[in-house]
């Protein structure tokens, strides 16, 4: 490899993402946020010429309640938890527009150079769950993609899973079901098995913004795992958090980190792999955006000092199996 390559995903879900987690107690202009911050985003990305992978939950593509039922899939998942269930979800509080669909968005990113839309499963799916089924994993990445190609004429091809919860037995459905690369967890051992959490995960998880508690962050080809039934697996390197409002040192030192972690890339001919929620960015939109600007400045700077390259997820995959078709 020539060159770094620095690559973007986003885990682009709204109120889908959280509403185990926070119900209906939310505040109003979170997601408005959020939603005004999607266009300025794609606006940087258009500007610096920054490739980004946009892995969206699925329902987020329906206009309306009446499309969201036409494309939701037969069979459901049946979490022992119900609670982790969307469409249970939907049965107690209804649908609201604001924070249940954003068609308008996606065509959006669609529209806008370099963005590659992704999939972030349909209902937001987690397969490492109690009392789902890999047919129902299967009917919901069949859905999506349903959604996807009649309203938007796209095939999706690279896969986010939700919680970042793997299921390795559910690899080759997915690659049956179109895609072609998924992301898969930082090397270290406190962002293994995730559903499984617990305080020492989410300290040293903390602790590895500010200095170096895990393993180095980018990686090479080699260590992105392919084989023939399964999707290309694509490490993420870091979870770019959002700001504090009450913490500039935080700020500072974790902006700072990302920096450095890419400057060790771009330096090393190296991948990496930054990712976060959009909505993360509705805590406190200005500064949030300032630095994305930051980072985008220190892009450019490793662009023209090293070579670095932006790409998204689909073209690191048609990277790397083009140079396996070589060797």
Not at 253 to 276: G, Q
Request: hydrophobic share 35%; with cysteine.
């Amino acid at each position: 490899m020539d060159s770094g390559i620095f690559c973007i995903s986003l885990d682009f879900e709204l109120l889908w993402g959280i509403f185990d987690k926070v119900g209906t107690k939310y505040h109003p202009n979170y997601f408005k946020y959020t939603r005004q911050i999607v266009p300025d985003m794609l606006d940087v990305f258009a500007k610096n010429q920054v490739e980004t992978t946009w892995a969206t939950v699925g329902m987020l593509f329906a206009e309306n309640e009446e499309e969201w039922e036409q494309y939701s899939p037969i069979h459901k998942p049946s979490y022992r938890e119900p609670k982790l269930s969307a469409y249970e979800f939907v049965k107690k509080t209804g649908l609201k527009p604001e924070v249940h669909f954003a068609p308008e968005l996606i065509r959006q990113i669609i529209d806008t150079p370099g963005q590659e839309l992704g999939s972030h499963t349909f209902a937001h799916y987690y397969t490492l769950m109690r009392g789902q089924s890999p047919d129902q994993f299967r009917q919901d990445l069949q859905a999506t993609q349903k959604i996807s190609q009649e309203k938007f004429g796209i095939t999706l091809k690279s896969l986010v899973f939700p919680r970042n919860h793997i299921n390795e037995l559910y690899l080759p459905i997915c690659l049956e079901e179109g895609y072609t690369q998924a992301r898969s967890n930082p090397k270290s051992w406190f962002w293994q098995e995730t559903q499984h959490e617990d305080l020492s995960k989410k300290w040293f998880r903390s602790a590895d913004c500010f200095m170096p508690v895990g393993k180095t962050t980018s990686f090479t080809k080699d260590e992105m795992r392919v084989y023939p039934n399964e999707p290309l697996l694509i490490p993420a390197s870091r979870i770019f958090r959002p700001i504090s409002k009450n913490n500039k040192v935080f700020n500072s030192v974790r902006l700072s980190r990302i920096k450095s972690e890419m400057s060790y890339a771009a330096e090393n001919k190296e991948f990496y792999h930054l990712w976060w929620h959009p909505h993360n960015f509705a805590n406190d939109p200005i500064q949030s955006m300032i630095e994305l600007q930051e980072l985008m400045v220190h892009f450019q700077f490793l662009k023209s000092e090293y070579g670095m390259e932006s790409k998204n997820m689909e073209g690191i995959g048609k990277m790397v199996r083009n140079v396996e078709l070589k060797v």
